[in-house]
């Protein structure tokens, strides 16, 4: 059988990896797929740069849309970034050229990712994205294939590998926030513009996908809430770890009501206890728990960043194209999705983490508690610990309560002039 030729736009972290992969290991990749895959065409900026494997042979493009036009190629990877520009443009014009495409590009995918699927499901070709979510695991093939006989209720993942270590790292050596995110751009983990990592807006676009997978319904990123970790110090880490608890960036997908229908898409900061399956992944790794009616739970783990781990989830994409295996986009036909109502975040009932930097002085203590028993907040423990400080923190974990109603209370106390900076909060998933 004739090789399956394959242009590659992007040549940096994910890219040089895809390269790396296919030479080195091309007598296995070809053996499993019955036929070779040649790379024979790149485009990328900078020409003179060393990609670290041999480039002898393959033509070289200055631009990456000219070459998902032109290039000699079945399908063209894109591994540049971002939703809109060089790389939805590269994509656009390789399925309206009728090439496949593989990309990593969960930003694109997020915001485009309908209308792209539409597109080459139209075109009988297949758009493939498992670098896209959680790096080396394997879960869009999970969800698509392995539990596609299930109905899926819930799927909550630690989706940022950038965000794991941070917080991972920052908990066991007390660095500070910005040396460990210096670390984890150096590493290759974080995005061209690592706030899309900090602010989770990353793992809002890999939860936005799997949601799509998951339930069947349009990728919808708007849908999502979003909170990152910028707000999370190292005394939060301290103090969660005195409660019993760790702190992980978690994103939740969950259907609230499988016959009604009703879809809540969460990304936030969170404690969890040690004994739950996400609490001892750390680093660079992801995870993902899927809930399904018949599977039950269903745990996966793996590396979320960096080039090893991304660049050999792209090449199995291209190895389902070498071999002929395809799959709706999002697991069933663009045009079948269907959208399900969200519930808002302010809806949550859970209990919570609470850390107030105060003045220390008589009265404030008692200010706190009135805040919290006017909105029914309970409380379950209390910390205040300082000594001749001008400002102490107290730490609360509440019991079973709306959001909505903590909110109101913390509303109240951030008009108390002995408030030294807005309320921590933060969700404890059980
Ligand atoms: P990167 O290291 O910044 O590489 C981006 C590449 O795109 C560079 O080679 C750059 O060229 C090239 N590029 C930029 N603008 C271009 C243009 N106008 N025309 C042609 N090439 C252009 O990024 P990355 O980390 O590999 O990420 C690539 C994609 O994979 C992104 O969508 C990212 O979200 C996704 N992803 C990354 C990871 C990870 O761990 N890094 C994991 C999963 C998914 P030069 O090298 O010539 O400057
Ligand atoms: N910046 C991303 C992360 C890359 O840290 O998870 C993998 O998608």
Redesign the pocket.
Known sequence: MSALKVAIAGLGTVGAGTLKILHENAAEIALRCGRNITVTAVASRDRKKDRGVPLDGVKWFEDANAMAAEADADVIVELIGGSEGIARKTVETAIANGRHVVT?N?ALLAHHGVALATAAEKAGLSLNFE?????GIPIIKALREGLAANKIRRVTGI???????ILTTMRASGRSFADVLKE?QDLG???AD?S??IDGT??AH?LAILASVAFGTPVDIKAVHVEGIRNVSSLDLQYAEEFGYVIKLLGVAERLDQDGGMLTQSVYPCLITPDMPLANVEG?F?AVVAEGDFVGRSVYEGR???AGP?ASAVVADLMDIATGRKVPTFGIPAASLKAIPNVPVAAHVGEYYVRLLVVDRPGVFADIAVAFRDEAVSMESVLQRGRNAANVNVVIITHKTQEAALLRALKRLQANAALVEPPHMMRIEK
């Open positions: 990593a969960k670098a896209a979510v959680a790096g989706l940022n590998g950038t965000c794991n270590y984890a983990y974080a995005e690592p899309f990592d990353d793992a890999k660079v992801n979320g960043a960096g991304t």
